[in-house]
Protein backbone atom coordinates (compact mmCIF):
# COMPACT_ATOMS: atom_id res chain seq x y z
CA UNK A 1 0.00 0.00 0.00
CA UNK A 2 1.18 3.48 -1.05
CA UNK A 3 1.93 5.97 2.01
CA UNK A 4 3.12 9.30 1.63
CA UNK A 5 3.64 11.13 5.16
CA UNK A 6 4.15 14.80 5.57
CA UNK A 7 5.73 16.78 7.96
CA UNK A 8 7.60 20.11 9.48
CA UNK A 9 5.02 22.14 8.55
CA UNK A 10 3.94 25.02 11.87
CA UNK A 11 4.43 28.55 12.58
CA UNK A 12 7.66 30.62 11.69
CA UNK A 13 7.96 34.28 10.76
CA UNK A 14 8.37 36.31 7.50
CA UNK A 15 11.37 36.16 6.35
CA UNK A 16 12.24 32.51 7.75
CA UNK A 17 12.90 29.17 7.05
CA UNK A 18 11.28 25.80 7.43
CA UNK A 19 12.18 21.71 5.77
CA UNK A 20 9.03 19.90 5.18
CA UNK A 21 9.88 16.19 4.57
CA UNK A 22 7.44 13.02 3.01
CA UNK A 23 8.27 9.55 4.52
CA UNK A 24 7.00 7.45 1.34
CA UNK A 25 6.21 3.95 1.42
CA UNK A 26 4.85 0.99 -0.68
CA UNK A 27 6.66 1.33 -3.68
CA UNK A 28 10.23 1.90 -5.40
CA UNK A 29 10.60 5.36 -4.53
CA UNK A 30 14.04 5.90 -6.84
CA UNK A 31 11.88 5.08 -9.58
CA UNK A 32 9.11 7.49 -9.52
CA UNK A 33 9.03 11.69 -9.70
CA UNK A 34 7.50 13.54 -6.97
CA UNK A 35 6.10 16.84 -6.76
CA UNK A 36 4.88 19.31 -3.55
CA UNK A 37 1.32 21.15 -4.38
CA UNK A 38 0.17 23.47 -1.79
CA UNK A 39 -3.37 25.31 -1.37
CA UNK A 40 -3.95 28.30 0.48
CA UNK A 41 -6.91 28.55 3.00
CA UNK A 42 -9.82 28.37 1.05
CA UNK A 43 -8.29 28.08 -2.53
CA UNK A 44 -7.44 26.33 -5.16
CA UNK A 45 -4.24 23.69 -5.74
CA UNK A 46 -1.10 25.49 -7.01
CA UNK A 47 1.73 23.01 -8.02
CA UNK A 48 5.33 24.32 -6.40
CA UNK A 49 7.95 21.60 -6.94
CA UNK A 50 8.77 18.78 -8.86
CA UNK A 51 11.92 15.91 -9.12
CA UNK A 52 12.77 13.54 -10.74
CA UNK A 53 12.84 9.52 -9.71
CA UNK A 54 16.94 10.05 -9.41
CA UNK A 55 16.74 13.25 -7.78
CA UNK A 56 19.00 14.68 -10.95
CA UNK A 57 16.01 17.06 -12.01
CA UNK A 58 14.15 19.77 -10.44
CA UNK A 59 11.50 21.81 -11.53
CA UNK A 60 9.69 24.72 -9.55
CA UNK A 61 7.00 27.61 -10.36
CA UNK A 62 7.86 30.88 -10.38
CA UNK A 63 6.28 32.35 -6.97
CA UNK A 64 8.98 29.77 -5.48
CA UNK A 65 11.98 29.95 -7.46
CA UNK A 66 15.33 30.77 -6.01
CA UNK A 67 13.80 30.40 -2.63
CA UNK A 68 12.30 26.88 -2.37
CA UNK A 69 14.65 23.81 -2.81
CA UNK A 70 13.23 20.18 -3.48
CA UNK A 71 15.25 17.03 -2.64
CA UNK A 72 15.19 13.53 -2.37
CA UNK A 73 16.96 11.13 -0.52
CA UNK A 74 16.05 7.72 -2.42
CA UNK A 75 18.36 5.77 0.26
CA UNK A 76 15.24 6.59 3.02
CA UNK A 77 12.90 6.74 0.61
CA UNK A 78 12.22 10.59 1.50
CA UNK A 79 11.09 13.59 -0.05
CA UNK A 80 12.29 17.10 0.87
CA UNK A 81 11.10 20.52 0.60
CA UNK A 82 13.47 23.52 2.01
CA UNK A 83 11.76 26.64 1.79
CA UNK A 84 13.91 29.76 2.41
CA UNK A 85 12.48 33.67 2.63
CA UNK A 86 9.00 32.60 3.44
CA UNK A 87 6.30 35.18 2.63
CA UNK A 88 2.53 35.13 4.23
CA UNK A 89 1.81 34.63 1.13
CA UNK A 90 3.53 30.97 0.91
CA UNK A 91 0.90 30.10 4.06
CA UNK A 92 -0.95 26.97 2.90
CA UNK A 93 -1.39 23.38 3.16
CA UNK A 94 1.49 21.60 1.59
CA UNK A 95 1.08 18.09 0.10
CA UNK A 96 3.82 15.67 -1.76
CA UNK A 97 2.16 13.80 -4.17
CA UNK A 98 3.80 10.48 -6.19
CA UNK A 99 3.56 10.34 -10.33
CA UNK A 100 1.38 8.23 -11.64
CA UNK A 101 3.84 6.23 -13.89
CA UNK A 102 7.36 5.69 -13.32
CA UNK A 103 9.17 8.42 -15.45
CA UNK A 104 11.50 11.12 -15.29
CA UNK A 105 9.71 14.08 -14.53
CA UNK A 106 6.47 14.72 -13.22
CA UNK A 107 3.49 14.30 -15.17
CA UNK A 108 -0.12 13.48 -12.65
CA UNK A 109 -0.45 12.24 -9.37
CA UNK A 110 -2.15 9.03 -8.29
CA UNK A 111 -1.18 9.34 -4.57
CA UNK A 112 -1.20 12.30 -2.38
CA UNK A 113 0.08 12.69 1.77
CA UNK A 114 -2.56 13.91 3.71
CA UNK A 115 -1.27 17.39 4.03
CA UNK A 116 1.20 19.56 6.61
CA UNK A 117 -0.13 23.22 7.17
CA UNK A 118 2.70 26.14 6.97
CA UNK A 119 1.35 29.74 8.32
CA UNK A 120 3.56 32.17 7.50
CA UNK A 121 2.95 35.20 10.10
CA UNK A 122 4.51 37.17 12.81
CA UNK B 1 2.70 29.34 -17.76
CA UNK B 2 -0.12 27.95 -19.18
CA UNK B 3 -3.17 29.30 -17.73
CA UNK B 4 -6.19 26.64 -17.49
CA UNK B 5 -9.62 28.56 -16.67
CA UNK B 6 -11.90 26.24 -15.45
CA UNK B 7 -15.86 26.76 -15.93
CA UNK B 8 -18.32 27.50 -14.54
CA UNK B 9 -16.91 28.32 -10.88
CA UNK B 10 -20.21 26.71 -9.38
CA UNK B 11 -22.76 23.50 -10.95
CA UNK B 12 -25.80 23.25 -8.54
CA UNK B 13 -27.19 19.99 -9.70
CA UNK B 14 -29.49 17.24 -8.29
CA UNK B 15 -28.39 13.48 -7.60
CA UNK B 16 -28.80 11.55 -11.24
CA UNK B 17 -28.37 14.44 -13.32
CA UNK B 18 -25.41 14.70 -15.39
CA UNK B 19 -22.44 17.05 -14.44
CA UNK B 20 -20.20 18.80 -17.65
CA UNK B 21 -17.38 20.45 -16.53
CA UNK B 22 -15.03 22.58 -18.76
CA UNK B 23 -11.36 23.30 -18.83
CA UNK B 24 -9.82 26.10 -21.33
CA UNK B 25 -5.86 26.36 -21.58
CA UNK B 26 -4.36 29.32 -22.69
CA UNK B 27 -1.99 27.50 -25.34
CA UNK B 28 -2.45 24.06 -26.72
CA UNK B 29 -1.26 21.09 -24.07
CA UNK B 30 -2.50 18.54 -26.64
CA UNK B 31 -3.70 15.45 -24.48
CA UNK B 32 -1.83 15.94 -21.59
CA UNK B 33 -4.54 17.17 -18.94
CA UNK B 34 -5.79 15.69 -15.96
CA UNK B 35 -8.63 15.98 -14.01
CA UNK B 36 -8.73 15.69 -10.00
CA UNK B 37 -11.61 15.63 -7.08
CA UNK B 38 -11.21 16.95 -4.07
CA UNK B 39 -13.49 16.74 -0.99
CA UNK B 40 -13.52 19.16 2.19
CA UNK B 41 -10.56 18.03 4.40
CA UNK B 42 -9.32 15.40 2.00
CA UNK B 43 -6.74 15.02 -0.33
CA UNK B 44 -7.12 15.57 -4.20
CA UNK B 45 -7.53 12.22 -6.13
CA UNK B 46 -6.77 11.33 -9.50
CA UNK B 47 -9.62 10.91 -12.36
CA UNK B 48 -8.87 11.15 -15.53
CA UNK B 49 -5.67 11.42 -16.81
CA UNK B 50 -3.79 12.08 -20.77
CA UNK B 51 -7.62 14.03 -21.37
CA UNK B 52 -9.63 10.43 -21.20
CA UNK B 53 -8.13 7.91 -19.59
CA UNK B 54 -9.72 6.69 -15.59
CA UNK B 55 -7.04 6.24 -12.96
CA UNK B 56 -7.44 2.69 -11.45
CA UNK B 57 -10.16 2.23 -9.72
CA UNK B 58 -12.43 5.31 -10.93
CA UNK B 59 -16.14 4.60 -11.58
CA UNK B 60 -17.24 4.48 -15.73
CA UNK B 61 -19.77 7.35 -14.94
CA UNK B 62 -16.57 9.92 -14.94
CA UNK B 63 -15.49 10.14 -18.65
CA UNK B 64 -12.89 13.18 -20.10
CA UNK B 65 -12.52 14.03 -23.62
CA UNK B 66 -11.24 16.92 -25.53
CA UNK B 67 -7.99 18.19 -27.15
CA UNK B 68 -5.54 21.29 -27.85
CA UNK B 69 -7.12 23.52 -25.74
CA UNK B 70 -10.70 22.59 -24.49
CA UNK B 71 -11.55 19.75 -22.18
CA UNK B 72 -14.54 18.66 -20.48
CA UNK B 73 -14.84 15.99 -17.39
CA UNK B 74 -18.38 14.89 -17.78
CA UNK B 75 -20.32 12.52 -14.73
CA UNK B 76 -23.17 10.86 -16.44
CA UNK B 77 -25.11 10.58 -13.31
CA UNK B 78 -24.33 11.92 -10.31
CA UNK B 79 -23.98 9.78 -7.00
CA UNK B 80 -24.30 11.56 -3.36
CA UNK B 81 -20.51 11.04 -3.27
CA UNK B 82 -19.65 13.12 -6.46
CA UNK B 83 -20.23 16.80 -4.35
CA UNK B 84 -17.17 17.82 -4.73
CA UNK B 85 -14.24 20.18 -6.13
CA UNK B 86 -12.58 19.52 -9.22
CA UNK B 87 -9.62 20.68 -10.75
CA UNK B 88 -8.29 20.47 -13.96
CA UNK B 89 -4.14 20.07 -14.65
CA UNK B 90 -1.80 20.11 -17.50
CA UNK B 91 1.51 18.44 -17.62
CA UNK B 92 2.60 20.07 -21.50
CA UNK B 93 4.64 22.60 -20.17
CA UNK B 94 6.93 23.99 -17.23
CA UNK B 95 5.46 24.91 -14.72
CA UNK B 96 2.97 22.44 -14.36
CA UNK B 97 -0.51 24.52 -13.72
CA UNK B 98 -4.08 23.86 -11.77
CA UNK B 99 -7.24 25.38 -12.79
CA UNK B 100 -8.85 27.17 -10.22
CA UNK B 101 -11.52 24.64 -9.73
CA UNK B 102 -15.61 23.99 -10.53
CA UNK B 103 -17.00 23.23 -7.57
CA UNK B 104 -20.52 20.73 -8.46
CA UNK B 105 -22.86 21.50 -5.36
CA UNK B 106 -26.26 20.06 -4.69
CA UNK B 107 -29.23 21.68 -5.93
Known amino acids: EVQLLESGGGLVQPGGSLRLSCAASGFTFNLYAMAWVRQAPGKGLEWVSGISGSGDATFYADSVKGRFTISKDNSINTLYLQMNSLRAGDTAVYYCAKDRIAASVPYFFDYWGQGTLVTVSS | EIVLTQSPATLSLSPGERATLSCRASQTVTTFLAWYQQKPGQSPRLLIYDASNRATGIPARFSGSGSGTDFTLTISSLEPEDFALYYC?????????FGQGTKVEIK
Open chain 2, 89 to 97: QQRSNWPRT
